[in-house]
């Protein structure tokens, strides 16, 4: 099956988020709080990082106010909390942070290289090999993860499903017209974003990520039509 990979980084987020859900539930709040700002400086650390790998900056501040402008004209930070906490009431499910949980963890595991290396990996014909590592570090993150901001985590996977399958499919479709620079410049973009939640996290401020999220679809029209 052609996105085996992100099944499987599915059901390990689901195992992984279940055991922190359990720890969440156990933890003093003083535990979970550290938990959180150990997340939020090690996803400074990785959208930094990331973010470097750019060779077109250019072009990469170009998407982003685009992606901005599209994201904000469709409220997609609004539309996708709301969903959450509609989800929430509608399931019961308890604690004030489930959109949180959800959209950070999203990002978290659907911004990274591993995800746009991997998926085309596994897109173009590969075994799914970064994917399968990727699953094996999703699932511990999402224990700590779920610790820290509950159930919304364990959501994650239905955005992680639409989009890491999403592109998996799309690699399949264009095959080699996804070039080097196409790669690079999108986990750029996506170290961006990172860096925003980042931000988001440690309570500095807040910053509408999703609403930067039409970015990522930008980038590689630019890197295409001027890279």
Same mark, same amino acid.
């Given at each position: 099956m052609i996105i085996s990979g992100t099944l499987i980084n599915v059901a390990a987020v689901i195992i992984g988020?279940?055991?922190?859900?359990?720890?969440?539930?156990?933890?003093?709040?003083?535990?979970?709080?550290?938990?959180?700002?150990?997340?939020?400086l090690f996803t400074l650390f990785l !959208?930094?990082?990331?973010?470097l790998k750019t060779e077109n900056p250019l072009l990469l501040v170009f998407s982003l106010i685009l992606g901005a402008l599209v994201g904000t004209l469709l409220r997609l930070q609004e539309r996708i909390e709301n969903l959450g906490t509609n989800i929430q009431a509608k399931l019961?499910?308890?604690g004030g942070q489930f959109s949180e949980g959800l959209v950070t963890a999203f990002l978290m595991f659907c911004m990274g290289s591993m995800t746009i290396l991997g998926a085309i990996e596994? !897109?173009?014909? !590969?075994?799914?090999?970064l994917l399968l590592i990727k699953s094996l570090m999703d699932g511990f993150s999402s224990i700590a993860l779920a610790a820290a901001l509950g159930v919304g985590v364990i959501f994650s996977v239905v955005p992680l499903l639409i989009y890491q399958g999403g592109l998996t499919l799309l690699a399949a479709y264009l095959g080699s017209s996804l070039t080097n620079l196409m790669v690079d410049e999108l986990a750029a973009t996506g170290g961006i974003l990172l860096i925003g939640l980042g931000i988001t996290i440690l309570g500095i401020k807040k910053i509408e990520v999703l609403n930067l999220i039409p970015a990522l679809l930008f980038i590689v029209l630019l890197v295409y039509f001027f890279g």
């Amino acid at each position: 099956m052609i996105i085996s990979g992100t099944l499987i980084n599915v059901a390990a987020v689901i195992i992984g988020g279940g055991l922190g859900v359990l720890f969440h539930a156990r933890l003093p709040k003083r535990l979970t709080d550290s938990f959180f700002q150990a997340i939020g400086l090690f996803t400074l650390f990785l !959208g930094f990082s990331m973010s470097l790998k750019t060779e077109n900056p250019l072009l990469l501040v170009f998407s982003l106010i685009l992606g901005a402008l599209v994201g904000t004209l469709l409220r997609l930070q609004e539309r996708i909390e709301n969903l959450g906490t509609n989800i929430q009431a509608k399931l019961k499910l308890k604690g004030g942070q489930f959109s949180e949980g959800l959209v950070t963890a999203f990002l978290m595991f659907c911004m990274g290289s591993m995800t746009i290396l991997g998926a085309i990996e596994e !897109g173009l014909g !590969g075994e799914p090999n970064l994917l399968l590592i990727k699953s094996l570090m999703d699932g511990f993150s999402s224990i700590a993860l779920a610790a820290a901001l509950g159930v919304g985590v364990i959501f994650s996977v239905v955005p992680l499903l639409i989009y890491q399958g999403g592109l998996t499919l799309l690699a399949a479709y264009l095959g080699s017209s996804l070039t080097n620079l196409m790669v690079d410049e999108l986990a750029a973009t996506g170290g961006i974003l990172l860096i925003g939640l980042g931000i988001t996290i440690l309570g500095i401020k807040k910053i509408e990520v999703l609403n930067l999220i039409p970015a990522l679809l930008f980038i590689v029209l630019l890197v295409y039509f001027f890279g």
